[in-house]
């Protein structure tokens, strides 16, 4: 908004927002919203007897974009329901919205200033209210023997701008199930369209956390508390040191290198500092779990980049990846980031694998517990030739070292009840596997012979068959 004071009450900001001609241009006529505004009222409505400029306006919508009445599906079933239930003599007392009609919707956007019951402190609110219209119905009145015609709309979403002035906004919230709840960051300010551009003009941080791809642990109610990026990330993590340079580069970026640094030396995290300012990491990182698996995507994206590596080997890569960070953090030693080649980040592995067993070698004596959820499964592969459970932590581990592989890393896994682990063999393979569980069904999350060499596409579809068969169940545990 140009001459938008940053005082600027949210009152004024709402007669703004009915001045732009962009938006005004594409306001309901009278004479539609005669017809549909008495079905917008409910107890967050404003009385007929405010101010025309402070009245509630609606918009029409066809997905992201505004629509003039006149090019509007919605608009033509809705006269056409209307004029239908008017003529005729059949005794039909309602007609349902067709579904061609689903993504069209009216935007009602109000004002409304009130103290509150907790604080007892004056407030004003802009409320963004997103319906979609379900059918037309007869609307009687035990008051009245007039009948009228009531076009219904439901209420899937709403959004509030709360506070006193643009400067001291508090509130970004979002209505749910009859709760309020902060605005997460990766729900686009008022469903992503451009009625608060004017608000967010007026604010330079907030337009330029606007136009972040990331999908940020954030609400936008902390955003606003912020002044830049450096005095949000300080104010949002307290207890982390952020460098003077945080303002010229992207949140994400700022806190993918937050996340990762505790997991890297010194100088793989400069290494890997210098790649994300260089503008490589992807959006599609953050899409992630904000654990191991987001450092290891993180890496995967670094390894990908540093070693010029084929999206066919991304998926082997990854895993392997995971296993480092896991073992690192076993070891309680820091990620180097210094290998040159793809074999080389093999040899990386490989090395913590052995630092790995040294170390725990003289406490093999633990016997695995099962959870009941893997019974069935277990019961079943038992049955089947080739297939042997891992049952103990020594056996485990003379599996690591007969295949020269890092399976014993997963020992762990196994206690926690995350996996199993089989040995396969028939007349000419020998391979291990990796069962998990997804998605309330057992899935075979890795299969490697000796040296990690991969197995045939064939047996890859006999094991993943033999796992099929088997129905998941979950219950306690026992003993095996």
């Given amino acids: 908004m140009k001459g938008h004071s940053e005082e600027t009450s949210l009152r004024t900001l709402f007669q703004l927002l009915k001045k732009q001609k962009q938006i005004a241009s594409y306001c309901l006529p009278e004479k539609l919203k005669a017809k549909l505004f008495p079905i917008m009222c409910d107890e967050y409505d404003l009385s007929n007897n405010l101010p025309d400029d402070l009245s509630p306006f609606m918009l029409l919508c066809d997905q992201n974009k505004f629509i003039y009445p006149e090019e509007s599906n919605l608009i033509d079933c809705l006269s056409d329901c209307m004029d239908f239930l008017r ?32 604080t007892g402190e004056a ?55 009859g709760k309020t709840i902060p605005l ?33 642990p954030f609400t936008w109610n902390e955003i606003f508390k912020g002044y ?32 990762i640094k505790p997991f890297l030396s010194d100088n793989a995290f400069r290494k890997f500092e210098a790649f994300c300012f260089a503008k490589r990491l992807g959006s599609d990182v953050f899409c992630v779990a904000k654990n191991n698996d987001f450092i290891a995507h993180l890496l995967l994206n670094y390894w990908k980049w540093k070693l010029k590596l084929d999206e066919e080997k991304e998926e082997d890569l990854y895993y392997y990846i995971l296993d480092i960070i896991r073992m690192s953090k076993k070891l309680k030693e820091p990620v180097e980031l210094n290998v040159r080649s793809l074999n080389g980040l093999f040899g990386y592995h490989d090395d913590l694998v052995r630092k790995l067993n040294q170390k725990r070698i003289k406490k093999m004596n633990k016997k695995y517990i099962f959870t009941e959820s893997f019974k069935p499964l277990i019961e079943h592969l038992g049955n089947l030739k080739g297939y ?54 057992y899935f075979v999350a890795q299969v490697y012979g000796k040296c990690n060499s991969a197995p045939s596409r064939e047996l890859i579809q006999k094991i993943n068959l033999d796992i099929a068969k088997v129905k998941f169940s979950k219950r306690t545990k026992i003993y095996i």
């Avoid at 609307?139 to 509030?160: A, E, H, P, W």
């Avoid at 949000?232 to 003077?244: A, E, I, L, R, S």
């Avoid at 340079?245 to 949140?251: E, G, I, R």
């Fill in 228 to 259: 830049n990026k450096l005095d949000f990330f300080q104010k949002k993590y307290p207890n982390q040191v952020f460098k003077k340079n945080t303002n010229k580069y992207s949140a994400g970026c700022i806190y993918a290198l937050m996340k």
């Fill in 87 to 118: 003529s005729t003599e059949l005794p039909i007392q309602g007609v349902k919205m067709k579904e061609a009609n689903e993504e069209q919707f009216i935007l009602n956007i109000s004002y409304k200033e009130g103290i509150s019951q907790n």
């Fill in 184 to 216: 997460l960051f990766k729900e686009p300010i008022t469903f992503g369209y451009p009625i608060f551009d004017t608000f967010i003009e007026g604010n330079k941080f907030l337009k330029e956390m606007a136009m972040e791809t990331c999908d940020l």
């Fill in 123 to 177: 407030y004003e609110l802009i409320e963004v209210l997103l319906g979609k219209v379900e059918d037309v119905k007869w609307q009687r009145s035990c008051f009245t023997t007039i009948d009228k015609l009531n076009v219904n709309l439901r209420t899937f979403k709403k959004q509030f701008l709360i506070g006193k002035t643009t400067a001291n906004v508090g509130l970004f919230i979002q209505y749910e199930s």
């Fill in 388 to 441: 042997t459970i891992i049952q103990d932590e020594l056996m485990l581990y003379d599996e690591g070292l007969e295949m020269q592989h890092c399976v014993y890393s997963y020992h762990d896994e196994i206690v926690n009840g995350d996996c199993l682990i089989y040995q396969y063999k028939n007349k000419r393979d020998r391979y291990t596997i990796e069962i998990t569980i997804r998605n309330k069904k």
